[in-house]
């Protein structure tokens, strides 16, 4: 790294270079999609036209390219919140206006299966993060054109999936009503699941929130799709659906990309369906 020497406000370096994730002027494009592991980033840009690789620091690693002529990059956030805030607030300090995070959950809907797939409509808020940065009352929603192309997506994928609200927390055990190191629980964790359950919410993750408080406040687009690999129902863990994750957020960007330029085309600020047809 090199030394730094600058605001300690917002750290950057020439050309913009931003502290965390080491990217500069020139290397964000404005779709963005965010996985938590590092490694899916190689699987995500495999199936881009182009790839170049941008940088790998802490557990941020970035890659940019092009999709069907579509400029698009990756960049892992890390695991929870805290480190999900960073890399939004530094892409967008690169141009970025569009996320998609892509990742991992469990299911706590009876009617979910592993190897599902659930595309994020809004999220509690227990990720901590987002409180720093509004009133808790402040509502975590995904953009709806993203949750638009994300189910367009799953179609033409033929994918099975469902839509609801996600339930973000700050810890990946006690905050998921799992019992802590050597059996340790709290009253409150019984009921958690159960509650929830009644409630209609989908699944536990530990970023959206986050991101979708975020993109929110900023007056960006982000949404969410997760690969379901655990089933709190049924007390199972199989890790599959991952690809799947992959391939309907790279195909979501396609969509929506076509969908910007058709408002561009028409002078539209939003997607609606009959800009497709040609009505109003």
Not at 32 to 37: E, F, I, Q
Not at 89 to 96: D, M, P, R, T
Request: charged letters at 25%.
């Amino acid at each position: 790294m090199n030394e730094w020497k600058s605001d300690a406000d917002r750290p950057t370096m020439e050309d913009n270079l931003q502290y965390h994730i080491q990217c500069k002027d020139g290397d964000i494009n404005r779709y963005v999609l965010l996985p938590g592991d590092p490694e899916r980033v190689d699987a995500i840009a495999d199936e881009w036209d182009e790839k170049k690789f941008i940088a790998s620091h802490r557990e941020f690693k970035t890659f940019s390219g092009k999709i069907n002529c579509v400029p698009i990059s990756a960049c892992s956030t890390g695991i929870g919140g805290a480190s999900a805030s960073i890399a939004v607030e530094e892409l967008a300090n690169l141009g970025a206006d569009t996320f998609i995070r892509l990742g991992t959950c469990g299911a706590i809907n009876e009617k979910i299966n592993c190897g599902e797939i659930i595309i994020c409509s809004g999220a509690m808020r227990q990720d901590g993060t987002s409180n720093d940065y509004v009133d808790v009352s402040y509502p975590a929603v995904a953009n709806h054109e993203i949750i638009l192309a994300l189910i367009e997506a799953c179609e033409k994928l033929g994918k099975k999936y469902h839509v609801g609200i996600s339930c973000t927390t700050a810890s990946f055990h006690c905050g998921q009503a799992r019992t802590g190191f050597n059996g340790y629980t709290q009253s409150k964790f019984q009921n958690k699941i159960s509650d929830l359950q009644k409630a209609n919410v989908m699944n536990f993750e530990m970023e959206s929130a986050t991101i979708l408080t975020l993109a929110n406040i900023y007056g960006f687009r982000a949404g969410a799709v997760f690969a379901v690999v655990a089933d709190r129902n049924k007390n199972e863990f199989v890790y599959s659906g991952i690809e799947d994750s992959i391939i309907i957020s790279n195909e979501a960007v396609k969509i929506l990309a076509s969908w910007d330029k058709l408002k561009l085309e028409k002078s539209k600020r939003f997607f609606y369906p009959k800009l497709l047809t040609g009505g109003f």
